[in-house]
């Protein structure tokens, strides 16, 4: 089982597309894959429809019980599950740092479902707190999406350095920052957002020691993201051809995944067809 978070510290930068979007391409091929809605804003948890009633839990409970139990949802993508996010308040972040152990619930709850799923992807909010680092601490790899603008490309390596000195203490308690890659979304043909993206490779690059890795493949901007998501559908089944020299949702996914150094092993719906 691989778990992968995807977080940034800004938001709308597509962290919610991207985790319902890798979710939806690794369950379409063949994965048993849950999806985790670790954002007060549910966007993630409303993003495919539910085949079934949902759940009688959602993440409160995954945390204060560090339990999957009855907090597993069946979603209408086949090898998709969901725990879906129920703290609109937003206490959780209270109650996960006033409990001693609260950051590491998500982790703790995941131990124990680690045979029953190939992928766990979770989706966070943009802020910093406790909920997004027990997201963190639960994570084998982290995914960042980032766009073109000026301000997000500073914004990214700035704020990401300071998501990830706030886990720094940790390694006393044996736990080792996953490595992070970054992700370019909505790139557009113009020369400023490709200045922007080989700035960000340059940043991450100059250093090291923050093992920040920024994919090779971006994800372009296509009407394609939002088409999918009013349907309710993962994008690669919707566009799965190029126009014109952009690369199409399936193509990105395909090379994304690659990126990730992701193995899907399975045998994939069309092998078996
Ligand atoms: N590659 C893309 N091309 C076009 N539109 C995109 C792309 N990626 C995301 N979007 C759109 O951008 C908007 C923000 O995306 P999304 O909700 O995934 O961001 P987020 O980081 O999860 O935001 P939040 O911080 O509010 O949770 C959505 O309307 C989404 O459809
Ligand atoms: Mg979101």
Redesign the pocket.
Known sequence: MTTITVC?TK???????VTANLGGYLADHGAKVLIIDA?V?P?LSSYYGLNGPPASHGLTHLIQSASTEEAISHTGISGLDLIYSDDPEGELQHWIARTPDGRFRIRRALESIQNDYDFILIDT??AVGGLQDAAIIAADLLVS?ITPEMLSAREFLRGTVQMLERLGDLQYLGFERPPLIGVL??MDKTRDAKDIASQIRELAAAHPELEIRIAETA????VA??KA?SIQMPVHRIETSRSGPTLSALETMQRLIKNLGIEITLPTREDKA
């Open positions: 940034a938001g709308g930068v597509g962290k919610t597309t954002d804003q966007t909010q943009g999406p979304n909505r994800i372009p901007a296509t993201y939002r998501a």
